[in-house]
Every structure is written in C-alpha cells, then in structure tokens.
C-alpha cells in the first residue's frame, strides 16, 4: 500500500529543513479519506500514532460525516481538499502520502507539491482547518445560510490562504541562490521555485472574471474562494472582495479575523 519516495537532493534538503525525518511515501490507492484499517499500516515505518482529537461541539451536526470522524479522534489521514498530496504529523515522524491521481502530471509539479507539504508540516499550524476555527466553526453554522458543503469548503480555501501566508516566504526564497537555508549546503532550489511560480502563473486566467462570476452566479462563492485563496499561495494578488485574506492582519488575527471576513462578505453578497 505504501512506498517509500524517492526524493530529489531539493526534495531531499527542504525535508532536511522543515520536516526532518519525515516520511514521503507514494501510496497505491487513490483516497480522500484513507481508511483506518489502511492507515494503521503504516504501523512498522513509524514510531508511534498520536491521532488527532476535537471537542464534539465544534463540528456542527450536519457536517459532512468525514469531520465528525476527524473531531472524535478516530486515526483520520487525509479530508476533501487535500489535492494530490496529504501529509499529517499524527505519526512520528511526520507522513506525507502521495496520491496515484498524479501520475501524468509534470514531475515539477509534483516535486513542488511534495515540497509545499514538507514545508506546511513544518511551520506547526493545524493540519486541518478544525484546528484554526475551533470553536468559531459551529458559530459559523449558526451564522451563514450556506449548505454543509459549501460551509466546509469555504472554511477550507481561507484557511488554505493563512497557511499560505505563513509558507510563501520560504518558496519566494528558493529563487534565490543565497537567500534559504538550503542552499547552504549547496542544493539549487530554483526547480522548485520555478514550479511554484509556474502554478501561479496557471491560475491567473482563471482569476480574471471571477468576480464577475460570482456576482452573476456562474461560480459559487466557495469555489471562488478556492481559486482566489490559491492565489494567496502564489504571491497572486486576489480579486475582490478575496484581497482582504492577503494581509498582515490575516496573519496576525487568525481564526477572529476569518470568521469576521466570512460573516460580513456573506451579507453584503445576499445584499
């Protein structure tokens, strides 16, 4: 079910960096939630579990099923949205799992996903965005009228933005030969970097419009919100009203300050 990666030397050192001794694994199965009976098989290439608990109150009752298994401490690896790549530090070491849905995309692509993941891991955010709402996720049920669906990836696409504002100063590093701690040892990071300004550079045309779209209901908010926060990622700047998730108050408020943004741009949407 598991293999272990074969890691580039910038795959190699960016793990030495931010994820030291972390497993990369590919694994054979595609998954969005990777069942527990598979899960524990990870058991002989780790040294301990330390699954992942929240209190029941936080998820609101017609959440999508896969988040009342993460809150009730069942061993969850993995949730919708996670992409192509999933990584969590409910093992020691860390894992990040590799899903086979990337087989024919440009091995650069790939390489800077695993990349992203081995850095996410480091900076000791939540794996999830359960962990940054806490709480603040059920008032977000009582406060919006948006299906169970479209609440969860909404919550997931802004927090996707505040982990990015927290990682692309590292990958805005690697285009420079000096300027990261890897390249002391003499590894060229810019492969990396040119694939994470490649992916940016993808979704620009996608940006344009967007919030044309969503006025004329072409596109939900919450897909927007995916795009957009993806643009956070990237060092893309955001259409409107997304800009707001693109500042040092974001990154210093947190969770308060989502939740605000969410609350308020809902109202004047349905104005």
Sequence with gaps: MFDRRELSPALSAVRATHAPGALVLDVAGDFEVLPPE?????????DRFDPLSYPAEWVPADAPEQLHRLASGEFTI?????????????????????KPRLEGSPEAF????VAEALVEVGTGL?????????????????????PPADRYQLANAVYDAYVGLHTRE??????SADADAEADAGTDLTSLYDAWVDAGERLEPRLSGLAR?????????PAAAELACSAVKHGIDPPTP??????????????DYAVEWIERTLAELDD
């Design 78 to 98: 993995g949730m919708p949205g996670d992409g192509g790549v999933a990584w969590t530090r409910q093992t020691d070491p860390p894992t990040v799992l590799v």
């Design 213 to 221: 779209e969503v006025a004329t209901g072409e596109t939900s908010f």
């Design 170 to 175: 590292t990958f805005e590093g690697w285009g």
């Design 126 to 146: 939540p794996e999830h965005f359960l962990g940054f709402f806490e709480d603040r996720y059920a008032g977000l049920a009582a406060s919006t009228a948006l």
């Design 38 to 46: 598979i899960a524990e098989n990870l058991g002989p290439m780790v």
């Design 242 to 255: 997304f800009g707001a998730l693109d500042t040092a108050a974001y990154r210093h408020h947190g969770a």
């Design 110 to 113: 790939v390489t800077f996903l």
